[in-house]
């Protein structure tokens, strides 16, 4: 009975339901080939994960990289897949297809359920695997600050699936404003709410001005997709709070030129089916709510035992050791590296999250060999964010620029960093393409069309329930 009244009434998964300390169960051991050298695990095959992979390809070693998706996805260009500029394949490649030809790699795909540090296994859920040393890159996922029934109606975007949902209600909106002849519900569906003003929402915000300016034009004809409103709010002072002053002055101009509303100080303190609160703008009516404000570090840093800072980050040794374990590292979103000197850990971003990968393999490899470890020291190469067509901005410390350049470096070193020939040669079409067109591709509804989030209809279309009676 209590199975079922846990599978009637599913709730969203939280931190606890994932297992910490000695698990309770025993769990067989996952079928791994055996040379006699040492086994190093890495969990995660995001940045973090399959750096780390990669920095041991010439060790005498074994690598075994765990993650519950078989592809790699470059996070930088989601919000592309989400804004209908570029399919999922264009950014994501299958990890075994990367990792082919490093012939001391094996791929498996599994969720880490917990991890017993004293025994040196990884419980996973099809299984156990033991570890002479022990990479977790398991990065983070979305933090709504204790208001999880938020999700429902702001989906955030961190994998291929938040991607994909969004792209598909961002243009149903647009179908549904054609087929109604009430005003007010036409406004409320042509009004897209990004909360957050970091990189993410900035560029969100930036991708569906462009949407509804541009892509869609001249092709309905009960609506107008140039009139939607597109609001970004931001709880601080500004946005790109990584970012120069002058730079974050520049951001907000390059959006208000492309008709997005910019509030800053816009803290929001209720968000329902079709609505959003802030005591500074009040209630704003819209379909569609997209969440950018915050993250939240994979709950599997709670089973390694050790402190954990207020965003629920591991706090690591200076060499990324957790303490009191010389043979367990952590690194990317999971860390929390204070460098020295300085007053804050470092950002989760893609290339802390490789340096520290790379980092974490040489300390091992240095291990093995009788070596001292090291401590690891954070390159900033700077940061980049791009705002819309032929608007950016760039701090590369020793030189800070927005506009025409800034875009096209952006574009540059994205097409530079991505994963493939044939998704680089690809993505380079895509963009040239929308460039001399003003189009966006992608813009493919596929399946049935879902029903709003306040319908009772929606439960259908929910994620499934996992064995610990909450939804993924």
Known sequence: MLHAARAAHPRPCRPEDYVT?????????????STGRPRVVVLGGGFGGLWAARSLRRARVDVVLIDKKNHHVFQPLLYQVATAGLSPGDIASPIRYILRRQRNVQVLLGEARTIDVAARSVHLDIGQVPYDALIVATGATHAYFGNDAWQAHAPGLKTLDDALAIRRRVLIAFERAERTSDAAEQRRLLTFVVVGGGPTGVELAGALAEIARHALKNEFRAIQPESAR??????GPSVLTAFPESLRVHAVESLRDLGVEVHLGALVTRIEAGRVSTREVGTIEAETILWAAGVAASPIGRALGVPLDRAGRVVVQPDLTIPGRDDVYVVGDLAAF???????????????????????????????????????VYRDYGNLAAIGRARAVADLGWVRFGGVAAWGFWLFVHILKLTGFRNRAVVFLQWAFAYFTYQRS???????????????????????????GCRR
Request: glycine share 8%.
């Open 21 to 33: 300390g000695e698990p309770s169960g025993i769990r067989p051991h996952v079928p791994l080939r």
């Open 230 to 235: 597109i609001v970004l709010l931001e709880a």
């Open 338 to 376: 204070l460098p020295k000197g300085a007053s804050a850990p470092l950002p989760g971003v893609a290339q802390v999250a490789m340096q520290q990968a790379a980092h974490a393999g040489r300390n091992i490899v240095a291990t093995l060999a009788g070596k001292p470890r090291t401590t690891f």
């Open 442 to 468: 992608i813009r493919l509804i596929t399946g049935e069309e879902a029903a709003p989030p306040s319908s009772p209809a929606s439960s259908a279309t929910e994620p499934p329930v996992t064995a610990s």
